[in-house]
């Protein structure tokens, strides 16, 4: 077998840069489609086949130190992935070269995070959020080459992205195809870039995105928007665009599902006696009664003051707990009252429950009812 360097008419010594314009011009003379002589055709095979191993460092390292002689020893024969390729993917022991790779390739999808107040959630709202991500380049619109230019026909393939290699095996001379080299499969070269984007047909920038957030959204909850993510190359169709919400915890009332959650601290005088009192809901006053008797752990339920629902629309309630609130230091005109009053209302001796449960336990218990 000639060797790979005679092939290409350069010496071993030969930069990368000398081997790939040596293989060009000599492509150029022998390409099928230049040249249909069969002559040329067996020449082009083996112009091709030297300019595979001498490309490729690895392969080229191993045949300057005597392997890659064409067989199953070398690194010219890809393993048995090549001898079906050869025998399915090609009629007559020849390789049919497919469509050339497409440089519009669709664009990844870009994920933000978001933070959202409690209130923000009971209705929806609508927020502007800066994205960094890839944008359509303005100079070229995507076609990668400087304006005024336009992709050139690779001329090592002909425009089929894919080159042809002839390989010797213990089943015969077999023919493979594998994308070329030169165009990296694309079947066309751009010998002007678009000065703006370096041939990529889109750049890295900040723009501002609006999101409109449903009611009901919870921590954790990604919310997809088709066609917003990062433009492709090429200028290919956008990816999609994921918005992770984080609820932040409130102060005064937490969530239950669609249900909202307080506790109103009442006087010991005001669940004896009963009162009125208003609190700051997320979306106005609510008005309460107390009424007289309470005990602490009872549930006032207020209907459609919690949240709307994510998929039902309905809103759900507010419900809230009592807490009676005993004070811990009284005058003696007060501890006389309060002991008239013990006689008065004949209250029993102090007692455990049957359960022992404390306050919160009895509180949280009655919220999940």
Same mark, same amino acid.
């Given at each position: ?87 399915? /993917? ?51 619109? /995507? ?83 088709? /066609? ?142």
């Amino acid at each position: 077998m000639a060797d790979h360097y005679e092939v290409l008419g350069v010496s071993r010594e030969a930069s990368d840069d000398e081997i790939k314009k040596a293989y060009r011009r000599l492509a150029r003379r022998l390409h099928p489609d230049v040249n249909p002589s069969p002559e040329a055709a067996e020449e082009f095979k083996s112009v091709t086949h030297a300019y595979e191993v001498l490309s490729d460092p690895e392969q080229r390292r191993r045949y300057d130190m005597g392997g890659d002689q064409g067989g199953f020893g070398g690194g010219g024969f890809g393993g048995f992935g090549d001898v079906f390729e050869a025998f399915f /993917g090609a009629a007559g022991g020849g390789a049919r070269a497919g469509r050339p790779r497409s440089r519009r390739e669709r664009g990844q999808d870009a994920l933000v995070r978001i933070s959202l107040e409690l209130g923000d959630v009971v209705f929806g709202t609508h927020r502007e959020v800066e994205i960094d991500t890839a944008v359509l380049c303005e100079t070229c619109q /995507g076609s990668c080459c400087q304006p005024g230019t336009q992709p050139e026909r690779c001329d090592v393939c002909g425009g089929t992205g894919h080159v042809q290699r002839q390989v010797r095996s213990l089943l015969g001379n077999v023919v493979t195809q594998q994308p070329c080299g030169s165009c990296q499969g694309y079947g066309t070269t751009i010998p002007h870039p678009c000065p703006g984007c370096h041939g990529q047909g889109r750049v890295r920038s900040r723009r501002t995105v609006g999101l409109d957030i449903p009611a009901g959204v919870e921590t954790g909850l990604r919310l997809q928007l088709p /066609g917003s993510g990062e433009v492709g190359p090429a200028g290919g169709p956008n990816g999609d665009l994921y918005v992770e919400v984080t609820v932040e915890s409130h102060p005064v009332f937490s969530r239950d599902g669609d249900d909202l959650l307080a506790t109103l601290e009442v006087s010991m005088t005001d669940a004896i006696l009963g009162a009125k009192a208003s609190i700051d809901g997320l979306d106005g006053a609510v008005d309460l009664e107390v009424r007289p008797g309470v005990q602490s752990g009872d549930i006032q339920r207020i209907p459609e003051r919690g949240i709307t629902g994510l998929r039902s629309k309905k809103r759900g309630d507010l419900r809230v707990a009592v807490q009676v609130v005993t004070p811990t230091k009284v005058d003696g005109k007060t501890r006389h009252l309060v002991e008239e009053l013990a006689k008065r209302t004949k209250a029993p001796a102090p007692r455990l429950s049957e359960h022992q449960q404390g306050l919160f336990s009895k509180l949280r218990d009655r919220f999940r009812a």
